[in-house]
Protein backbone atom coordinates (compact mmCIF):
# COMPACT_ATOMS: atom_id res chain seq x y z
CA UNK A 1 0.00 0.00 0.00
CA UNK A 2 1.66 3.60 -0.82
CA UNK A 3 0.82 6.59 1.11
CA UNK A 4 -1.27 7.94 -1.88
CA UNK A 5 -4.81 6.92 -2.42
CA UNK A 6 -4.81 7.70 -6.09
CA UNK A 7 -2.08 6.01 -8.29
CA UNK A 8 -0.35 7.76 -10.89
CA UNK A 9 -1.97 6.68 -14.46
CA UNK A 10 0.95 8.19 -16.40
CA UNK A 11 -1.34 10.13 -18.66
CA UNK A 12 -0.98 14.11 -19.04
CA UNK A 13 -3.21 16.76 -18.98
CA UNK A 14 -2.70 20.16 -20.25
CA UNK A 15 -4.25 23.65 -19.80
CA UNK A 16 -4.75 26.49 -21.73
CA UNK A 17 -1.12 28.07 -22.60
CA UNK A 18 -2.89 31.52 -21.06
CA UNK A 19 -4.46 30.11 -18.40
CA UNK A 20 -2.80 30.62 -15.46
CA UNK A 21 -3.95 28.28 -11.98
CA UNK A 22 -3.70 30.33 -8.22
CA UNK A 23 -4.12 29.19 -5.09
CA UNK A 24 -3.46 30.97 -1.77
CA UNK A 25 -2.84 29.09 1.30
CA UNK A 26 -2.56 29.81 5.05
CA UNK A 27 0.60 29.35 6.75
CA UNK A 28 0.53 25.67 7.02
CA UNK A 29 -0.07 25.33 3.38
CA UNK A 30 -3.79 24.37 4.01
CA UNK A 31 -5.73 25.60 0.96
CA UNK A 32 -7.87 29.01 1.42
CA UNK A 33 -8.14 29.83 -2.27
CA UNK A 34 -8.50 27.86 -5.57
CA UNK A 35 -9.44 29.75 -9.21
CA UNK A 36 -11.26 28.05 -11.60
CA UNK A 37 -8.01 27.11 -13.37
CA UNK A 38 -7.24 25.23 -10.41
CA UNK A 39 -10.32 23.24 -10.12
CA UNK A 40 -10.76 22.16 -13.59
CA UNK A 41 -7.10 20.99 -13.69
CA UNK A 42 -6.62 19.30 -10.82
CA UNK A 43 -10.09 17.51 -10.86
CA UNK A 44 -11.48 18.69 -7.35
CA UNK A 45 -14.25 20.94 -6.54
CA UNK A 46 -13.55 23.94 -5.03
CA UNK A 47 -15.20 22.12 -1.90
CA UNK A 48 -12.88 19.04 -2.01
CA UNK A 49 -9.98 21.60 -2.31
CA UNK A 50 -10.41 24.38 0.64
CA UNK A 51 -8.34 23.05 3.84
CA UNK A 52 -6.73 20.52 2.49
CA UNK A 53 -3.00 20.81 2.51
CA UNK A 54 -1.47 22.06 -0.93
CA UNK A 55 0.34 18.51 -1.22
CA UNK A 56 -3.63 17.13 -2.75
CA UNK A 57 -1.90 17.47 -5.70
CA UNK A 58 1.50 16.49 -5.23
CA UNK A 59 2.70 13.90 -7.83
CA UNK A 60 5.03 10.83 -6.38
CA UNK A 61 7.73 11.65 -8.89
CA UNK A 62 8.07 15.10 -7.35
CA UNK A 63 11.39 15.41 -5.30
CA UNK A 64 10.56 16.00 -1.54
CA UNK A 65 14.15 18.17 -1.91
CA UNK A 66 12.11 20.54 -4.05
CA UNK A 67 9.36 21.11 -1.19
CA UNK A 68 12.12 21.47 1.47
CA UNK A 69 14.04 24.33 -0.89
CA UNK A 70 10.27 26.22 -1.25
CA UNK A 71 9.41 25.84 2.15
CA UNK A 72 12.84 27.41 3.13
CA UNK A 73 12.56 30.18 0.63
CA UNK A 74 9.33 31.51 1.80
CA UNK A 75 9.98 31.21 5.43
CA UNK A 76 13.10 33.41 4.71
CA UNK A 77 10.28 35.92 3.78
CA UNK A 78 11.22 35.31 0.06
CA UNK A 79 9.61 34.32 -3.52
CA UNK A 80 10.22 31.15 -5.50
CA UNK A 81 10.09 30.05 -8.98
CA UNK A 82 9.75 26.18 -9.49
CA UNK A 83 8.66 23.59 -12.01
CA UNK A 84 6.57 21.29 -10.45
CA UNK A 85 4.50 17.71 -11.79
CA UNK A 86 1.22 17.65 -9.83
CA UNK A 87 -1.65 14.91 -9.94
CA UNK A 88 -5.26 15.41 -10.97
CA UNK A 89 -8.20 13.86 -8.24
CA UNK A 90 -7.91 10.50 -11.10
CA UNK A 91 -3.89 9.88 -11.05
CA UNK A 92 -3.34 12.07 -14.73
CA UNK A 93 -0.39 14.61 -14.05
CA UNK A 94 0.52 18.10 -15.33
CA UNK A 95 3.32 20.42 -14.94
CA UNK A 96 3.45 23.87 -13.91
CA UNK A 97 5.68 26.53 -13.53
CA UNK A 98 5.00 27.83 -10.21
CA UNK A 99 5.49 31.63 -8.57
CA UNK A 100 5.04 31.24 -4.97
CA UNK A 101 5.13 34.54 -2.78
CA UNK A 102 4.41 34.94 0.77
CA UNK A 103 1.89 37.18 1.40
CA UNK A 104 2.28 40.13 4.52
CA UNK A 105 -0.21 42.27 6.83
CA UNK A 106 0.48 46.18 7.39
CA UNK A 107 3.01 45.27 10.00
CA UNK A 108 5.37 43.21 8.01
CA UNK A 109 4.10 39.37 9.12
CA UNK A 110 3.86 36.22 6.85
CA UNK A 111 0.51 36.09 6.87
CA UNK A 112 -0.52 33.47 4.19
CA UNK A 113 1.03 32.12 0.77
CA UNK A 114 0.09 32.95 -2.76
CA UNK A 115 0.79 30.75 -6.04
CA UNK A 116 0.39 31.60 -9.76
CA UNK A 117 1.41 28.76 -12.01
CA UNK A 118 1.95 28.36 -15.63
CA UNK A 119 2.34 26.10 -18.38
CA UNK A 120 6.09 25.65 -18.48
CA UNK A 121 7.78 25.01 -21.88
CA UNK A 122 8.63 21.34 -22.92
CA UNK A 123 12.22 22.78 -23.91
CA UNK A 124 12.19 23.46 -19.99
CA UNK A 125 10.80 20.40 -18.81
CA UNK A 126 13.16 18.11 -20.87
CA UNK A 127 16.07 19.92 -18.84
CA UNK A 128 14.54 19.76 -15.40
CA UNK A 129 12.81 16.37 -15.72
CA UNK A 130 16.28 14.28 -15.63
CA UNK A 131 17.42 16.57 -12.36
CA UNK A 132 14.16 16.04 -10.61
CA UNK A 133 13.96 11.96 -11.39
CA UNK A 134 17.87 12.18 -10.13
CA UNK A 135 16.83 13.83 -6.93
CA UNK A 136 14.33 11.50 -6.12
CA UNK A 137 16.60 8.61 -6.85
CA UNK A 138 18.76 9.69 -4.25
CA UNK A 139 15.87 10.06 -1.52
CA UNK A 140 14.84 6.88 -2.41
CA UNK A 141 18.23 5.41 -1.68
CA UNK A 142 17.44 5.99 2.18
CA UNK A 143 15.42 4.22 4.36
CA UNK A 144 14.78 7.15 6.08
CA UNK A 145 12.36 9.57 4.27
CA UNK A 146 14.31 12.61 5.91
CA UNK A 147 17.75 11.73 5.75
CA UNK A 148 16.82 11.42 1.66
CA UNK A 149 15.47 14.29 1.26
CA UNK A 150 18.18 15.86 2.90
CA UNK A 151 20.91 14.20 1.01
CA UNK A 152 18.81 15.10 -2.36
CA UNK A 153 18.31 18.87 -1.26
CA UNK A 154 22.59 18.70 -0.59
CA UNK A 155 22.88 17.19 -4.12
CA UNK A 156 20.31 19.71 -5.70
CA UNK A 157 22.78 22.67 -4.07
CA UNK A 158 25.91 21.31 -5.50
CA UNK A 159 24.26 20.37 -8.77
CA UNK A 160 23.20 24.33 -8.82
CA UNK A 161 26.10 25.80 -7.56
CA UNK A 162 28.05 23.66 -10.51
CA UNK A 163 26.13 25.63 -12.77
CA UNK A 164 28.09 28.89 -10.90
CA UNK A 165 24.43 30.59 -10.71
CA UNK A 166 22.31 31.39 -8.50
CA UNK A 167 19.24 29.26 -8.05
CA UNK A 168 17.25 32.07 -9.79
CA UNK A 169 19.22 32.30 -12.18
CA UNK A 170 19.51 28.26 -12.97
CA UNK A 171 15.65 27.93 -13.42
CA UNK A 172 15.23 31.01 -15.36
CA UNK A 173 17.76 29.10 -17.93
CA UNK A 174 15.94 26.13 -18.33
Request: net charge negative.
Amino acid sequence: MTKYAVQPTGREVFFDDEGIIVSKTDLKGRITYANDVFIDVAGYSEAELLGQPHSIVRHPDMPRCVFKLLWDVLHARQEIFAYVKNMTKYGDHYWVFAHVTPSLNDKGEVISYHSNRRVPTREALAKIEPIYQALLAEEQRHANAKEGMNAAFAVMVDTIKNTGMAYEEFVFTL
